[in-house]
């Protein structure tokens, strides 16, 4: 049994390899851009339009009023980089429930992989809209003694991100072959059905708070004191 | 060991591609349509709102416009009821007018009718007096009626009173005219004669005297000179008879009147019992 997809490699020369969860992410970002173009093709600026169409939108518009409801202003802005995230996970966690396919988001490294990036466009995001000066004091807040907390609490809350996710997919997976041993029938569909929950809840956790993330990020001081007040 | 570091780079790299990938292939596509969807739903609201003010405004002008016309209609009908009563009572003054004018017309008619029948009917009457006169004169006393007439006038000259006689006489005196002795028709030689006799008697030898016969003279002879005038006439028995007729026909009418106001006395008798017996029924 294999703890991770990171285990089954397909081809490897040298250091350079095609592991599982390599494999299948390229399989969740071949289906979700062959969907896209396909869809976006044929684009309906009318009132009249396609059901695909109708499910993409209602996907956009959704990400992007609860990337606004958490706080963020512009959220066409962080779209991109937050619906992506989104998209990848939940997609990755309806997988599971084709048989043999390996959630890529079941790896630790793809999670840690999610999970820098979010390290790392916080900062990014954050400096665009304040500055780079205005991001940096915000380590400082209240007073100069929290920058190595604040830097503590940046760096746990990224490896949280990536364990947290990884737990959740790798736990269900792992159930899920237990539970096939033991039970080969009926267990384990139910099982798969609270795994593919636990899968789209997840996504949605990593989303809300890479989101919440950069929200507090980007909240300049103006923000902060126009909403205290 | 459960993190493998270049798979951790690769995933990197794979999502940052899905990030572009995703941004190119379907965020910017599907934003741009909805928002073009948008501009195109507030578009066309505006242009709704704009059609729904433009109908309202012309709504409100229709309205406006309605209640003038249905004001004007008011009016013009007033005026032309208006009108119509004012011709009306000048046609039905015209009507009276000219009916007035027509039963002037309709009794003058009649009343020269009656004349003309009176005249008629007094021409008649007086050639058949005249007939049976003469021939009751000739069959019974062998004399002719013109040869009476004459024999009458003459006496009625003899009969002259004699301021009357002066009073002629004066009158003829210096007169050069002839005296015009007029006649129903031509008197015979020997009444002629009479005439010329008795004139000559009376006014004197030198006198003119010239007869002249017209038909239409409802008196037997007349004689009339400077506005004196002797004559012997049936038209007094003429009047007397037409006086007499008139009567008659008075009587006959008045009789006729009662007896058709009797006859509607008795219809409305007749209808009164008629009512009275289908209110019993």
């Given at each position: 049994?294999?703890?991770?997809?990171?285990?089954?490699?397909?081809?490897?020369?040298?250091?350079?390899?095609?592991?599982?969860?390599?494999?299948?992410?390229?399989?969740?970002?071949?289906?979700?851009?062959?969907?896209?173009?396909?869809?976006?093709?044929?684009?309906?600026?009318?009132?009249?339009?396609?059901?695909?169409?109708?499910?993409?939108?209602?996907?956009?518009?959704?990400?992007?009023?609860?990337?606004?409801?958490?706080?963020?202003?512009?959220?066409?802005?962080?779209?991109?980089?937050?619906?992506?995230?989104?998209?990848?996970?939940?997609?990755?966690?309806?997988?599971?429930?084709?048989?043999?396919?390996?959630?890529?988001?079941?790896?630790?490294?793809?999670?840690?992989?999610?999970?820098?990036?979010?390290?790392?466009?916080?900062?990014?995001?954050?400096?665009?809209?304040?500055?780079?000066?205005?991001?940096?004091?915000?380590?400082?807040?209240?007073?100069?003694?929290?920058?190595?907390?604040?830097?503590?609490?940046?760096?746990?809350?990224?490896?949280?991100?990536?364990?947290?996710?990884?737990?959740?997919?790798?736990?269900?997976?792992?159930?899920?072959?237990?539970?096939?041993?033991?039970?080969?029938?009926?267990?384990?569909?139910?099982?798969?059905?609270?795994?593919?929950?636990?899968?789209?809840?997840?996504?949605?956790?990593?989303?809300?708070?890479?989101?919440?993330?950069?929200?507090?990020?980007?909240?300049?001081?103006?923000?902060?004191?126009?909403?205290?007040? | 060991?459960?993190?493998?570091?270049?798979?951790?780079?690769?995933?990197?790299?794979?999502?940052?591609?899905?990030?572009?990938?995703?941004?190119?292939?379907?965020?910017?596509?599907?934003?741009?349509?909805?928002?073009?969807?948008?501009?195109?739903?507030?578009?066309?609201?505006?242009?709704?709102?704009?059609?729904?003010?433009?109908?309202?405004?012309?709504?409100?002008?229709?309205?406006?416009?309605?209640?003038?016309?249905?004001?004007?209609?008011?009016?013009?009908?007033?005026?032309?009821?208006?009108?119509?009563?004012?011709?009306?009572?000048?046609?039905?003054?015209?009507?009276?007018?000219?009916?007035?004018?027509?039963?002037?017309?309709l009794a003058l008619s009649l009343k020269n009718e009656q004349l003309s029948l009176q005249d008629e009917l007094n021409s008649?009457?007086?050639?058949?007096?005249?007939?049976?006169?003469?021939?009751?004169?000739?069959?019974?006393?062998?004399?002719?009626?013109?040869?009476?007439?004459?024999?009458?006038?003459?006496?009625?000259?003899?009969?002259?009173?004699?301021?009357?006689?002066?009073?002629?006489?004066?009158?003829?005196?210096?007169?050069?005219?002839?005296?015009?002795?007029?006649?129903?028709?031509?008197?015979?030689?020997?009444?002629?004669?009479?005439?010329?006799?008795?004139?000559?008697?009376?006014?004197?030898?030198s006198v003119i005297i010239q007869f002249v016969t017209e038909p239409e003279l409802i008196s037997g002879i007349e004689m009339?000179?400077?506005?004196?005038?002797?004559?012997?006439?049936?038209?007094?028995?003429?009047?007397?008879?037409?006086?007499?007729?008139?009567?008659?026909?008075?009587?006959?009418?008045?009789?006729?009147?009662?007896?058709?106001?009797?006859?509607?006395?008795?219809?409305?008798?007749?209808?009164?019992?008629?009512?009275?017996?289908?209110?019993?029924?």
């Open positions: 049994m294999h703890l991770s997809p990171d285990q089954i490699i397909y081809w490897q020369m040298g250091f350079l390899k095609i592991n599982a969860t390599i494999a299948f992410t390229w399989l969740v970002i071949l289906i979700l851009v062959v969907t896209s173009v396909l869809v976006t093709r044929k684009l309906s600026t009318d009132l009249k339009r396609s059901r695909w169409q109708n499910l993409l939108e209602v996907v956009v518009i959704t990400i992007n009023k609860q990337i606004e409801e958490v706080g963020l202003r512009q959220p066409h802005k962080y779209l991109g980089f937050l619906g992506s995230l989104f998209l990848f996970i939940a997609l990755s966690a309806i997988g599971t429930v084709i048989p043999g396919f390996e959630p890529p988001t079941g790896s630790l490294s793809t999670t840690a992989a999610l999970a820098l990036c979010v390290l790392v466009a916080v900062p990014i995001f954050g400096i665009q809209e304040q500055g780079l000066k205005s991001y940096l004091s915000s380590y400082t807040k209240p007073t100069i003694i929290m920058l190595p907390f604040n830097i503590i609490s940046e760096v746990s809350r990224t490896l949280a991100l990536a364990v947290r996710l990884f737990g959740n997919m790798m736990s269900g997976a792992m159930i899920l072959a237990i539970l096939l041993t033991i039970t080969p029938f009926l267990f384990p569909i139910v099982m798969t059905l609270l795994g593919l929950l636990t899968g789209i809840v997840q996504a949605y956790i990593f989303f809300v708070l890479a989101t919440v993330y950069i929200a507090a990020a980007t909240r300049t001081q103006d923000n902060t004191l126009s909403e205290s007040s | 060991m459960l993190i493998d570091w270049f798979t951790v780079v690769a995933q990197v790299l794979n999502f940052l591609i899905l990030v572009w990938l995703l941004k190119h292939f379907l965020y910017h596509p599907i934003l741009k349509a909805i928002d073009v969807r948008e501009k195109r739903i507030a578009d066309e609201l505006a242009d709704a709102d704009a059609k729904r003010a433009e109908a309202e405004q012309q709504c409100e002008l229709f309205e406006k416009k309605n209640a003038e016309f249905d004001r004007q209609r008011i009016e013009s009908m007033n005026k032309v009821s208006e009108d119509a009563k004012n011709e009306s009572a000048r046609l039905f003054d015209l009507a009276r007018q000219e009916s007035d004018t027509l039963r002037y017309k008649k009457v007086q050639k058949e007096i005249f007939d049976i006169v003469r021939k009751a004169l000739s069959d019974l006393a062998g004399t002719s009626l013109e040869g009476c007439m004459a024999v009458t006038f003459v006496q009625r000259l003899d009969a002259l009173q004699d301021a009357e006689k002066s009073h002629f006489q004066a009158a003829f005196k210096h007169s050069d005219q002839p005296i015009i002795v007029h006649s129903a028709f031509d008197l015979p030689d020997e009444p002629s004669a009479l005439i010329v006799r008795a004139l000559k008697g009376l006014l004197g030898d009339n000179a400077n506005g004196q005038k002797v004559a012997w006439s049936i038209a007094d028995y003429l009047t007397t008879l037409t006086k007499r007729v008139d009567e008659v026909m008075q009587s006959h009418g008045e009789s006729h009147d009662n007896t058709q106001a009797n006859d509607i006395g008795m219809v409305k008798d007749l209808n009164e019992e008629h009512s009275s017996d289908e209110k019993h029924l």
